[in-house]
Each structure stands twice: as C-alpha cells, then as structure tokens.
C-alpha cells in the first residue's frame, strides 16, 4: 500500500507512522498480518530505509506491532482483546508515597529568572483576581504546549486549572453528580480512592493484568464513571497496550460512560514520541484529561489541570463553573511563561534524553 508523503510538513516517518497506526486500527493490517519490508514501503511511498525504520520503531515502541528477526513486522494490536485469554493478575504492592520527590535535573535558576521577569513585567497586577477555572495566560500556554508536544488540540473553555490533581477529583465528582459509580484499578494509588469516596461516591477496584484492566472485569463491571493511568500505573508500574486503550475508547462509548485518565509523569517517557493519550484516541469524546505539574517541576507548585470534552462543557459551567480558581495568578503566570518561553519542553526533554542514557 503506498502512502503519501507530504514533504513540505516535514518529519516523513511520523506522517508513515500515522497512516500505517490508522490503517492498523481500522483493521487493513489485521491482527498478526505482516507488514510490507522495509525496502519495499519505502521505495513506495519516496522516502528513505531510516525514515521507514523510525515510523516502525515508533509503532513498535508504542505496541502496535511487534518485530522478528529474519521475519520483518508483523501486527500485534488487537481490536478483540477483550475474548482472548485472561492473562495473570498481579498481585498487590504496597504502597508508598506517589509524592514527587526533588527534581536535581530542574533547571532552578531558569526558573527563578522567569520569577524575577513575571514581577517585572506584571508589578501589582499579580494581585488581580484569577479568572474562573484559571488564567487565560496559563490555559493558552497549556493549550500550545499540548499541541506541539501530544498532538491534543483543544479550546481554552476546555482546560479547568486547579490546586493538585485531588482538588480536580473532586470537581469531576460534584460535575457528573454522586449517584455515579467509580471503578478504579486495583492496585491504584490509594488517595484516588480516598477521595473519591470522601466525595460521597461508590468505588469498585477492577484488576490489572500484564497489560492494563481485565477485559472481562472491565466488561461486566456496573460503574460508568473509569479512573485509569494507562502510562504507568502506581505502584505497579503497568502501561496500558495500544490495544488496551482502544479497548477503553470503545468500553466508554456505550451507556453514557465516562473516562478519568490519569497522565502522571507520562512527559518522563523512555519513547522517542510522547506517549498516545486516551483523550487523543477518543477524538475528544467520553474522556476527562487529568495532568499534573508536581513531577515534572516540582509538588511545591501545587498546579495541575484537567481537559474536558467539548460536550462537557456546558456541564461544567452549570455545575462547578462558579468556583474561583484555586492556583494564586501569580504561580499561574510564571508558570505560563516558563511553558511558552520553550524552557518547560528543553527540561522536559533534557531529562527524558538523561534517561535513556541511563538505561
């Protein structure tokens, strides 16, 4: 199958890598199929043997496909995970804190020259009341960035900032209403559930296996509302497969179901490429975007914020739009324009590059 190559947009193996996930998904590339070689793909669609190997790695990195010596790529995503054979459950861990500890690679004087630039620059308009659900600064800033670096494109009326990721549980909770019930992964990090039933809900634990949720639990499980963290669950340190989550794509398509997804830490992937999202998978439908910036700067800022679906929204407004936002402008400012300045992202990627190193 030759794919078109637009070489004015750059990053050829990318729009390769789009196009073969697509065609995989929609099932042209069933299940344990064998992909075209190397040579052949790349002879077909213009571009060179690297580039072809860079779009495989990616697929290959993210699940998609899995490789044979002397055989070549063949699919290993699944759209009928849900009838193959249970895998073993994992047994529980303990748990510890899921508190970020100090980061030593933060670039801190980077950090505090932007401080010292917001005050300048703003003087006593810091003092100003914040915006409900978070300045315009930050939303914009958070808005470009995840566009840029997760391929997420949203609206600002679609981004609520709020004090910690427990502070937005809680917001989610009051938004779709307490009659809902809340299946969560077993094991989880433990505060999730706290707060959840602190906030006079019903929670359920479905098992983890080797590769994300039971399918068979996640199929008869009553709950309508999923809280999933399908880049590195805690403290099992499980990643959802790519068919997983498209398992928990279609899984929250039926009966007005709703997805929390949990993104801690995913910037600190291993990838080449940031990790797929549930929300970006979705389309933008069913799925509620939760991150956090108490790992990758540090839990002192106090700052996360959360991605609503467009048909949410208005939801939101009625419900818990008219609380005030609980970040201080000031911190939302500066952390505005450490994201847009671009020294958000080189930290971002100057840990992720020391990682890798490391392995």
Not at 146 to 168: C, D, F, K, M, P
Not at 238 to 252: D, F, L, M, P
Not at 290 to 313: D, G, Q
């Amino acid at each position: 199958m030759k794919y078109i190559i637009d070489k004015q947009n750059g990053k050829a193996y990318l729009q390769i890598y789009e196009q073969i996930k697509k065609d995989i998904v929609n099932g042209v590339y069933p299940y344990k199929t064998k992909l075209p070689s190397k040579r052949l793909l790349a002879e077909e669609s213009g571009v060179s043997v690297i580039t072809v190997e860079h779009a495989y790695s990616l697929l290959y990195e993210e699940g998609y496909i899995d490789s044979r010596e002397r055989s070549g790529y063949f699919v290993y995503y699944n759209p009928d995970s849900t009838f193959i054979a249970p895998k073993k459950a994992l047994k529980t861990m303990p748990i510890h804190s899921h508190t970020a500890e100090h980061n030593d690679d933060f670039p801190f004087s980077v950090y505090a020259k932007t401080v010292r630039g917001v005050l300048s620059d703003y003087g006593e308009d810091i003092f100003a009341a914040c915006e409900m659900g978070g300045s315009t600064e930050l939303k914009t800033a958070i808005r470009d960035y995840l566009s840029r670096s997760r391929g997420i494109t949203v609206r600002n009326e679609q981004i609520v900032i709020g004090a910690g990721s427990e502070y937005l549980y809680g917001l989610i909770v009051q938004m779709l209403g307490k009659s809902r019930i809340y299946a969560l992964e077993n094991p989880s990090y433990k505060k999730i559930g706290q707060v959840y039933r602190a906030n006079g809900v019903k929670t359920l634990y479905l098992s983890l296996l080797e590769d994300g949720i039971s399918s068979e639990q996640l199929q008869k499980t009553p709950a309508t509302v999923l809280h999933i963290t399908p880049y590195r669950s805690y403290p099992s340190r499980i990643t959802a497969s790519a068919s997983k989550r498209q398992e928990y794509v279609r899984w929250a398509k039926t009966h007005n179901r709703i997805i929390v997804e949990d993104d801690f830490e995913s910037e600190f992937t291993l990838l080449k490429k940031a990790e797929e999202t549930v929300f970006s998978l979705s389309g933008g439908s069913n799925v509620i975007y939760v991150n956090t910036f108490s790992k990758t700067i540090s839990p002192s800022v106090r700052t996360a914020y959360m991605l609503l679906p467009e048909n949410m929204v208005d939801l939101y407004k009625r419900t818990v739009g008219f609380y005030s936002c609980s970040v201080p402008l000031f911190n939302q400012l500066v952390l505005a324009e450490f994201i847009s300045g671009g020294d958000f992202e080189r930290h971002i990627n100057r840990v992720r590059r020391k990682r890798r190193r490391s392995q």
